[in-house]
């Protein structure tokens, strides 16, 4: 139950933290990118958000081994430069070429910081959502140390 309660978790964070930093950014005027996207997203035609989610459970799934084991100390920290590198480096790398935009945002450094703050933000929220969930029972899994 674990990897359900780190897909729940990660899920969350895209829409409450990732998707709450965009606004941020967006009023700010500092992103042109407006949050919580309702535009169809090919291939299944669910709003852009909602796909956007779905990754984020399945990044909160592929980053939970790395964050099981941190102690109280690091577990804060390594949420954070997990979650701002990770998500960041392959969306930079990987799905921008895939979509046909240029590597890296073409090095623009206001793509490339902006990934890492949002990502970082969303690696925060998988880490607090999973703390609370294993604070209250969700998805009890029997042998939890908290996280």
Do not use: C
Request: no cysteine.
């Amino acid at each position: 139950m674990p990897h359900v309660r780190a897909f729940i978790a990660g899920f969350l964070s895209t829409l409450v933290f990732h998707q709450g930093v965009l606004t941020l950014f967006w009023l700010s005027g500092a992103l042109p990118r407006a949050p919580y996207d309702m535009a169809p997203a090919p291939p299944l035609g669910v709003p852009a958000v909602i796909s956007l989610a779905l990754w984020g459970g399945v990044w909160g799934v592929a980053i939970w081994p790395l964050l099981r084991n941190a102690v109280e100390r690091t577990y804060w920290f390594r949420a954070l430069l997990i979650g701002a590198v990770l998500p960041s480096a392959v969306a930079l790398f990987v799905v921008f070429p895939l979509k046909a935009m240029p590597v890296a945002g073409g090095w623009d450094p206001r793509i490339i910081i902006s990934a890492l703050i949002l990502n970082g933000a969303w690696g925060l929220g998988v880490a607090l959502f999973i703390r609370l969930m294993a604070r209250i029972g969700v998805l009890k899994d029997g042998g939890s140390n908290g996280n």
